[in-house]
T-cell receptor, first 111, second 115 residues
Framework: GQQLNQSPQSMFIQEGEDVSMNCTSS?????WLWYKQDPGEGPVLLIA?????ELTSNGRLTAQFGITRKDSFLNISASIPSDVGIYFC???????????FGTGTRLQVTL | GAVVSQHPSWVICKSGTSVKIECRSL??????MFWYRQFPKQSLMLMAT?????????EQGVEKDKFLINHASLTLSTLTVTSAHPEDSSFYIC???????????FGSGTRLTVV
């Protein structure tokens, strides 16, 4: 099945640093979602974006829906150890339709 | 918030046997349930979409006779892996669509190991 290109594939950062990751697609989506997955768990929704150009924050997390509808980015400010995990973007064409997931960004935070 | 309960969290079975995984939406009605498979260090791959009371729609390459999906009620969907083989060992995750909710709620996943 189709997957979205997500970069970087992995990141090793120090506590307190800011993080940026992005997701690109060859096709248009109407909704972009960002999830975090901890080992052995299901993904948890972080931010949902519904309009092209939309910029949304959730605490230290900020995400934007690209103006072309083919990309999105996620920023994490002042990273902390509990930010460790795998971050996935996901795109959707309409409500109740299936999600297409990105390849994931593995984040490691060192003290 | 919306909660999807998935059981079991892990299961080990012998090759050739069948395993059933349950997903229940605890505080909402899931008109649509999605089933994913995730191999180590890989992303989630959609296996099938099920709507309450109708047959599931399977993604290309997913054997519908091997992965039986039942969505008999708005709060329960099950995935049965029939005649399991070692290559079916994976992490299986369900998610439910609550009407009006734009971010699907995921279960905690089931680690299946076939020996």
């Amino acid at each position: 099945g189709q997957q979205l290109n997500q970069s970087p594939q992995s990141m090793f950062i120090q506590e307190g640093e800011d993080v940026s990751m992005n997701c690109t697609s060859s096709s248009i989506f109407n909704t972009w979602l960002w999830y975090k997955q901890d080992p052995g768990e299901g993904p948890v929704l972080l931010i949902a974006l519904y309009k092209a150009g939309e910029l949304t924050s959730n605490g230290r997390l900020t995400a934007q829906f690209g103006i072309t509808r083919k990309d999105s980015f996620l920023n994490i400010s002042a990273s902390i150890p509990s930010d460790v995990g795998i971050y996935f973007c996901a795109g959707r064409t309409g409500t109740a339709s299936k999600l297409t997931f990105g390849t994931g960004t593995r984040l490691q935070v060192t003290l | 918030g919306a909660v999807v309960s998935q059981h079991p969290s892990w299961v080990i079975c012998k090759s050739g046997t069948s395993v059933k995984i349950e997903c229940r939406s605890l505080d909402f009605q899931a008109t649509t349930m999605f089933w994913y498979r995730q191999f180590p260090k890989q992303s989630l791959m959609l296996m099938a979409t099920s709507n309450e009371g109708s047959k599931a729609t399977y993604e290309q390459g997913v054997e519908k006779d091997k992965f039986l999906i039942n969505h008999a009620s708005l709060t329960l969907s099950t995935l049965t892996v029939t005649s399991a083989h070692p290559e079916d060992s994976s992490f299986y995750i369900c998610s439910g669509d609550r009407k009006g909710d734009y971010g699907y709620t995921f279960g905690s996943g089931t680690r299946l190991t076939v020996v």
